[in-house]
Antibody, heavy 119, light 110 residues
C-alpha cells in the first residue's frame, strides 16, 4: 500500500524559506506512470496546487507561486522536497504531498502537515 | 489561473440526490476530459472519488458519479448518507502539467 509522509518544521519566520520533505513508501518514486505533487490548504480555505515533479527532475509549478517554489527529488531516498522562499503569513497552511497518476489525478495523499509563518 | 467555480454549499436529505457543479474555461475543464473530484472530511486529507470526469477508483461507491458538459463538470451523489457530509473539491488538468482546483463545496446532509 502506497504511503506518503510529510516532514519538516511546523513554524517558519516571515521572509525565511519553508522546507518540507515527502517520504514515499510502498512504491518507487521512479515509477514511470507516477508524478509527485505538493498541495496546500490555508486554515478554513480551499486546496491550492503548488507544483509537480517527475522522477527525472522535470518540475511544473503554479504560476502564482513559481518565482518562490523549488521542488526536487531524491530517488535514492524515495523522497521529494519543497522549498518556498520569502514566506509571509499568507503561506500559513496545511501542506500535503500526493502522487499524481498520469499527471492529472491525486490518488494517494499524505496526512498533511501544518506550517505556520510567524515571528 | 483562477480557481474553478463551485457553489459554496449544497444540502440534501438522506436518500436524496445532490449535484455539485464545477465551472471552468475552455483552457481547463472544457479542454480536457481530465476532471477529478475529492472528498475531504474535517481534519483529514482529501480522498479521490472520481477521475477522468466519470471514472471511479476501486472502493468508491457507485452512488458517486461524474459528468461534464462544455466548461462545466458535475458530481452527483445519489442515495445520500450521513457519512457523505464533507467538503468536495473539483480539479482539472489545465495543460502543460498544470492542475487547477475549485474553491470547494460544503455538503450538508440534513
Amino acid at each position: 500500500q502506497l504511503q506518503l509522509q510529510e516532514s519538516g518544521p511546523g513554524l517558519v519566520k516571515p521572509s525565511e524559506t519553508l522546507s518540507l520533505t515527502c517520504t514515499v513508501s510502498g512504491d518507487s518514486i521512479s515509477s514511470r506512470s507516477s508524478y509527485w505533487g505538493w498541495i496546500r490548504q490555508p486554515p478554513g480555505k480551499g486546496l491550492e496546487w503548488i507544483g509537480t515533479i517527475y522522477y527525472s527532475g522535470s518540475t511544473y509549478s503554479n504560476p502564482s507561486l513559481k518565482s518562490r517554489v523549488t521542488i526536487s527529488v531524491d530517488t535514492s531516498k524515495n523522497q521529494f522536497s519543497l522549498k518556498l522562499s520569502s514566506v509571509t503569513a499568507a503561506d500559513t497552511a496545511v501542506y500535503y504531498c500526493a502522487r499524481l497518476r498520469a499527471a492529472r489525478q491525486f490518488d494517494y495523499w499524505g496526512q498533511g502537515t501544518l506550517v505556520t509563518v510567524s515571528s | 489561473q483562477s480557481a474553478l467555480t463551485q457553489p459554496r454549499s449544497v444540502s440534501g436529505s438522506p436518500g436524496q440526490s445532490v449535484t455539485i457543479s464545477c465551472t471552468g474555461t475552455s483552457s481547463d475543464v472544457g479542454g480536457y476530459n481530465y476532471v477529478s473530484w475529492y472528498q475531504q472530511h474535517p481534519g483529514k486529507a482529501p480522498k479521490l472519488m472520481i477521475y477522468d470526469v466519470s471514472k471511479r477508483p476501486s472502493g468508491v461507491p457507485d452512488r458517486f458519479s461524474g459528468s461534464k458538459s462544455g466548461n462545466t463538470a458535475s458530481l452527483t451523489i445519489s442515495g445520500l448518507q450521513a457519512e457523505d457530509e464533507a467538503d468536495y473539491y473539483c480539479c482539472s488538468y489545465a495543460g502543460s502539467y498544470n492542475v487547477l482546483f475549485g474553491g470547494g463545496t460544503k455538503l450538508t446532509v440534513l
